[in-house]
Nanobody
Framework: EVQLVESGGGLVQAGGSLRLSCAAS????????IGWFRQAPGKEREGVSC????????YYTDSVKGRFTISSDNARNTVALQMTSLKPEDTAIYYC?????????????WGQGTQVTVTA
């Protein structure tokens, strides 16, 4: 059974940090890219960051560059998203997703999401 399980969300003040983790199982981790998406109330889901597990190449949307860092632990089949200098506009449900081979591929598997709330 394929599973993506997010953890690490929570409530933090602006300027604070959180570390999200995505634990993957049920598929060949090294064959996939793992991405983080977020959806705020009343807004469309947006891609935040992605990493190709095979080569470690990271991608970030412009609004989080310099503040978020994505990393993968291939031995543990996990991908982390370190978020620093958080802003109220980062408030959203954060989802991890797996796409075959490349961050440009459509996501095939999704996690259940974890809430991140940043207060002013």
């Amino acid at each position: 059974e394929v599973q993506l399980v997010e953890s690490g969300g929570g409530l933090v003040q602006a300027g604070g940090s959180l570390r999200l983790s995505c634990a993957a199982s049920g598929f060949t981790f090294d064959d996939y890219a793992i991405g983080w998406f977020r959806q705020a109330p009343g807004k469309e889901r947006e891609g935040v960051s992605c990493i190709s597990v095979s080569d470690g190449a990271p991608y970030y949307t412009d609004s989080v560059k310099g503040r978020f860092t994505i990393s993968s632990d291939n031995a543990r089949n996990t991908v982390a998203l370190q978020m620093t200098s958080l802003k109220p506009e980062d408030t959203a449900i954060y989802y991890c997703a797996a796409a075959i081979k490349s961050c440009l591929s459509a996501a095939e598997y999704w996690g259940q999401g974890t809430q991140v709330t940043v207060t002013a």
